[in-house]
């Protein structure tokens, strides 16, 4: 065998190699054979679904379960505390709150980042204007909503089942809308 086909075989067994990986990556050949369902981490919580249930201290030392607001609209706001354009968001909610709170509307925001304390999150709430209970993300609230943009906003209904989720600024006019279709 000379030089010239030992160099066209080389050639050939790493072309042919790159495709079956390539293959492999992208097409499937069967279910797997642990038969395990994703992870939870991985399936976003979208409309229609039913919510997540977590419990979390908010900044005031209070529990905030959502099991326990069922008959109650709750929202759900992913926030962080160094994040300056949730602050907008905070605001609105602030109205929302005082505006709806006689209407069986709840909200909660949950600081679900690396770097956010009590004291970071009492001034962030000081600074910004903001009157709407916040709590650390303590029962990997964002793990169970896929949380993963700031900003993100989950309407929940009486009974539990998310009918509005927003991945950006959410406007009082939007808030107002989403709440006036469903009370």
Same mark, same amino acid.
């Given at each position: 065998?000379?030089? /010239?086909?030992?160099?066209?075989?080389?050639?050939?067994?790493?072309?042919?190699?790159?495709?079956?990986?390539?293959? /492999? #990556?992208?097409?499937?050949?069967?279910? =797997?054979? @642990?038969?395990?369902?994703?992870? =939870?981490?991985?399936?976003?919580?979208?409309?229609? &679904?039913?919510?997540? &249930?977590?419990?979390?201290?908010?900044?005031? +030392?209070?529990?905030?379960?959502?099991?326990?607001?069922?008959? #109650?609209?709750?929202?759900?706001?992913?926030?962080?505390?160094?994040?300056?354009?949730?602050?907008?968001?905070?605001? @609105?909610?602030?109205?929302?709150?005082?505006?709806?709170?006689?209407?069986?509307?709840?909200?909660?925001?949950?600081?679900?980042? +690396?770097? $956010? @304390? $009590?004291?970071?999150?009492?001034?962030? #709430?000081?600074?910004?204007?903001?009157?709407?209970?916040?709590?650390?993300?303590? &029962?990997?609230?964002?793990? *169970?909503? @896929?949380?993963?943009?700031?900003?993100?906003?989950?309407?929940?209904? *009486? $009974?539990?089942?998310?009918?509005? +989720?927003?991945?950006?600024?959410?406007?009082?006019?939007?808030? +107002?809308?989403?709440?006036? *279709?469903?009370?």
């Amino acid at each position: 065998m000379n030089n /010239t086909n030992v160099i066209k075989i080389i050639i050939a067994v790493i072309v042919l190699g790159g495709i079956g990986l390539i293959a /492999t #990556k992208y097409i499937s050949f069967g279910t =797997p054979t @642990n038969n395990t369902a994703p992870t =939870p981490q991985a399936i976003a919580v979208k409309v229609g &679904d039913t919510a997540p &249930d977590f419990s979390l201290t908010t900044l005031d +030392k209070t529990t905030f379960r959502l099991s326990d607001n069922k008959g #109650k609209t709750v929202i759900l706001f992913g926030m962080a505390g160094w994040c300056s354009t949730c602050i907008p968001e905070g605001r @609105n909610l602030t109205k929302i709150k005082q505006e709806y709170a006689n209407k069986g509307v709840e909200i909660i925001g949950v600081a679900f980042t +690396k770097g $956010d @304390n $009590d004291d970071f999150l009492k001034e962030y #709430k000081k600074v910004g204007g903001i009157d709407i209970p916040i709590a650390l993300d303590t &029962d990997n609230v964002a793990q *169970k909503y @896929n949380l993963t943009r700031l900003e993100t906003t989950y309407l929940i209904n *009486k $009974d539990g089942t998310v009918i509005y +989720k927003d991945e950006t600024i959410t406007s009082y006019e939007d808030y +107002k809308r989403e709440l006036d *279709k469903i009370i």
